[in-house]
């Protein structure tokens, strides 16, 4: 029997428009896959011409380069007031250990591979039985690890193993067990690898196959390629090596030299933009309501669309820096801007489409909002799916009137009424900072009951920041209008 237990450790995304009894499988390495827009690009450079078969992207917590833990950053600015260079030893050290901790971390993600593909197949692809595994840098080490742990355990694992292609692996392979691998897909285990690719001398304890052609397995030599060029070339790389039939057929026409790429930021957001055009005129009104909350929104009354937009973006990040250059932010940054200021963390690592994480941050909205309960503050995305467009729009309005400065000072977390609100952006400038200050301290002792105090602290900085009392109530009218819409390409 096929397991059916759900999966806890990767994140699995399919592609849009997949079917068949053959999945491809694609794992990233390490620094890759740490957010929306990452995963976003790493799934856009699947080609769509890899046909005959369900794509599949496996996203797990590799780490990030460029991401420091609280204890981390403490020891590296400790050591950096002691002298610039202890300060610089401290973080090639730190950085040496994350890496081993990922490197660590790859191989227990293989062990579990499988059973939890196993899994997400039988909800989603029940009809798949055949696997297609393509692995990159410690991508390449989880599928060595889960092929091993097939080797230890035959039996745990029904499905068929086609064809395996390890991208710049960050792994090294025993000469005697590379013919146990190999019996175990029914199709090539390919090595593609480059000498050009320098990131690999890093792993001076090991000598990685993504370096060398490797005795018995199928060596596809990528000549010139660095270790970050195979996703960005992943359609060579295929066709290459003929990866599971892949002739390289039906290459992207490139951009002709009459057409130029469109530079309109507000029009080019198309997840922002072509959304609210496609969505019924409902959708674009309650959004221009909730955008008019900011005493920092002008809207435009002859292209409501644009305007909207353009506004929206605005609102987001720092309003005195967007007004002055001209530009706000991309809908995926504002959400990743929201992210940050709601401290999401691991949620993120179940997020693989904008949809999933406007779920998570409305969810977060609510929970913040209404600490007594609320409907939206549990299984979000099924209940919105469910729910009257009026009823929602409903909700949202109520989220809306417990996200000013007035509504948070008064700390009894009761609605006023729309006539007497207070928006948070003109109450912040009228008063004094002493003011806010004292006013913030009685709020956080009205609430302590309540709230916990990252709760109190984050509302209290929706409540003061410009424009989020307004973006925020925005950004879930515009995730209904998405769930609604049901559009793959705008999620």
């Known amino acids: 029997m096929r397991s059916a ?31 929306i827009p990452d995963r ?49 030893a401290a973080v090639v050290i730190d950085r040496v250990s994350h890496f081993t901790r990922s490197r660590s971390r790859a191989e227990a993600m293989g062990e579990v591979l499988l059973v939890e593909l196993d899994a997400y197949l039988m909800k989603h692809h029940p009809y798949v039985s055949t ?12 599928l060595v690890s889960a092929l091993r742990k097939l080797a230890r355990e035959p039996g745990s694992c029904e499905l068929t193993i086609g ?7 960050a792994v090294e392979l025993d000469p005697h067990e590379v013919p146990v691998l190999k019996s175990l897909a029914s199709g090539r285990l390919i090595n593609a690898w480059s000498t050009a690719d320098t990131v690999l001398r890093l792993c001076a304890d090991e000598t990685c196959i993504g370096r060398r052609a490797v005795a018995q397995l199928d060596n596809v030599e990528m000549a010139g390629f660095g270790h970050r060029d195979y996703w960005p070339q992943l359609h060579k790389v295929l066709a290459a090596t ?34 609210l055009e496609l969505s019924p005129p409902q959708v674009l009104t309650e959004t221009i309501k909730h955008l008019q909350r900011s005493s920092w929104t002008t809207l435009d009354g002859n292209d409501r669309l644009y305007s909207c937009t353009r506004e929206f973006q605005l609102l987001g990040g720092h309003c ?69 467009a009026e009823r929602y729009f409903k909700y949202v309005d109520d989220l809306a009137e417990q996200l000013t400065l007035a509504s948070y000072l008064n700390g009894s977390g009761t609605k006023e009424s729309p006539s007497t609100r207070v928006p948070g952006t003109a109450l912040m400038a009228a008063a004094p900072a002493t003011s806010l200050v004292t006013f913030g301290v009685k709020a956080l002792a009205a609430n302590w009951s309540k709230f916990s105090l990252g709760r109190v602290l984050t509302n209290f900085m929706t409540a003061i920041k410009p424009g989020y009392s307004a973006l925020i109530p925005a950004v879930a009218v515009v995730f209904h209008a998405r769930v609604k819409l049901g559009n793959q390409g705008l999620h």
């Open 5 to 35: 237990a759900l999966n806890e450790r990767f994140k699995f995304y399919s592609l849009p428009h997949g079917a068949g009894e053959v999945a491809n499988v694609f794992i990233h390495g390490y620094s890759a896959g740490h957010d």
């Open 40 to 88: 976003r690009l790493l799934a856009s450079q699947i080609p769509s011409t890899l046909h005959g078969g369900v794509n599949i992207f496996g996203f797990w917590p590799s780490g990030h380069f460029l991401q420091f833990s609280y204890a981390a950053k403490q020891a590296i600015g400790g050591a950096t007031r002691l002298s610039p260079y202890a300060g610089a």
């Open 131 to 142: 696997l297609n595994l393509v692995g990159h840098s410690l991508g390449g080490r989880v």
């Open 163 to 169: 064809e395996v292609l390890l991208m710049a692996a």
């Open 242 to 275: 003929r990866f599971a039939g892949f002739q390289g057929q039906h290459y992207p026409a490139p951009l002709g030299q009459g057409e130029a790429a469109q530079d309109d930021p507000v029009r080019d957001d198309h997840l922002l933009h072509d959304l």
């Open 320 to 388: 005195l820096v967007n007004l002055t250059r001209g530009r706000g932010l991309r809908y995926a940054e504002i959400l990743e801007m929201l992210v940050s200021h709601f401290e999401l963390g691991e949620e993120l690592h179940h997020c693989a489409t904008i949809l999933e994480l406007e779920a998570a941050l409305v969810r977060r909205f609510f929970a913040n909002a209404f600490p007594d309960g609320h409907p939206l503050a549990e299984d979000t995305l099924a209940k919105v799916r469910e729910m009257s």
